[in-house]
């Protein structure tokens, strides 16, 4: 029972999820009924326990992954309101194409609820490209709601160092489009105020500010839901400072473009800790990122040897970063450590899986934050 936001995506799914849950918490607060937000799925909790506790006038905040959204055509049910995050190349070792991947993924809008609507990163060209292709535009307008950082039209957008948000002044109602106003713009939050950094958690934001307008959040307790989110673990994770380099988790970081993402989160020089089980991406592009951006790269696990030629090869013939090859998670801290210079980040950012050394990405942070941590007691 209850309404149910179903989000998926490449990146930042979890993330966006955690946000959502904490918005609409915030939002339903006091409410007649006392309807309560229950967030789950691939974040890590299932709700199937819960099933007989969920009421009507509830919200289920859900994180689907691929996998679980392959087999949804069999039952043709769907979300509420869908939250599409990015539509990039992931689990191709699965799936087998990047088509038959982002099918899996349009099963979530494929089978919307009547009157549902769409939040999705209208920045991102292959994400546009296949909604236009599995759902046409709605001839009434507004079912789908874009998130940009530079089209002034969209939903919720960045205007002068905030985000911002379509205030609809007649209420909620499906016709009521950017294209079409019958309301205005106003500020929720500005980008130095929040509780996460990076361009990707603004987008993650952006579209929980999109879920949250659907359930008539305040813009104020969509701002201080934001400003108090402190992230995930093992989603760039602070762990500690020690001798001037910052060390940051960011385990669940499976893919090449996660790991692209999370480095340029930093300002600053970094030193980056990545490889591990092979799901069949390419890891050109992160090593042309790596090559311009990061002070070394420690390449370890089964990819390791790729990731390094892709180094190499992104440094175009300069000196580009120093590049390690190690045999284990520990000898690559060590590695980070040494390699490190005050100011500086080292960023556990595997862009794969965990499978070839560990259960899973949470057992390859822990031991990352183990390692780390250890050095800070002596």
Known sequence: QGQIVGITGSVGKSTTTAMIGEILTAALAGRRDAPRVWVGGNIGRSLLDELPNIRRCDVV????????LEDLASVRLGPSHAVLTNLRPNHL???GTMDAYADAKMNLVRFLRRHGSIAYNGDDPELRRWLNVVRPEDPDGGYKRPVSFSDPHAWVHVEDGAIVAYEESAGPTRRATPQAPIGRFEPVIRLDAMGVPGRHNVYNAMLAVNVGLLFDASYDAMAAALQGFRGLPHRLEFVTEIDGVRYFNDSKCTTPDAAITAVEAFDGPVVVIAGGYDKGSSFDGLGAVLARRARGVICLGATQKAIAAAVAAGANGGAGAEVRCVADLHEA?????????????????????????????????????????????R
């Open 61 to 68: 905040v859900l994180e689907l992954s691929s996998f679980q």
């Open 93 to 95: 070792d699965r799936h």
């Open 333 to 377: 801290c060590v590695a980070a450590r040494e390699l490190a210079r005050p100011g500086d980040v080292v960023l556990l950012s595997p862009a794969c899986a965990s499978w070839d050394m560990f259960t899973n990405y949470e057992a390859r942070g822990d031991q990352f934050k183990q390692t780390v941590l250890s050095w800070q007691s």
